[in-house]
């Protein structure tokens, strides 16, 4: 009888040693979701003078820059805003061609109209 105890001690034993470490293995998979890389936001000053943001992915890869800014600050803040844009919207898709020149006309009536109505008061 105490033979077989400790032959079934040893097994149990045996078996123990030789699972895999659970906590480590939870511990390690929760350490690689939080190592997440982080892309990165540079701010650079041109040739004419204009600062402007360049944005890169986390593996380095060129995703868009920015209009030019007369100061580096206009440049953060062109950078808290298009925070807030992309963390409160959803991307749309607009059927057609696209025309730049109509964005540009687009905001150029906006600032118009915002000027006015500024008169106005």
């Not at 040739?47 to 402007?52: L, S």
Request: proline share 2%; aromatic share 6%; hydrophobic share 30%.
């Amino acid at each position: 009888m105490k033979k077989m105890l400790l032959c079934v001690c040893l097994a149990a034993g045996m078996v123990g040693f030789s699972l895999p470490n659970t906590e480590a293995i939870a511990q390690a998979k929760k350490d690689t979701k939080t190592e997440k890389k982080a892309g990165k936001i540079e701010i650079k000053e041109g040739k004419d003078g204009k600062f402007r943001f360049v944005i890169h992915d986390e593996d380095g890869d060129f995703l868009c820059f920015s209009a030019g800014f007369k100061t580096e600050k206009e440049a953060f803040e062109g950078i808290d805003d298009l925070k807030q844009v992309l963390a409160s919207t959803k991307p749309v898709v607009v059927k057609g061609k696209h025309d730049p020149a109509d964005e540009k006309t687009d905001r150029k009536d906006k600032k118009k109209s915002d000027k006015s109505d500024k008169s106005d008061k």
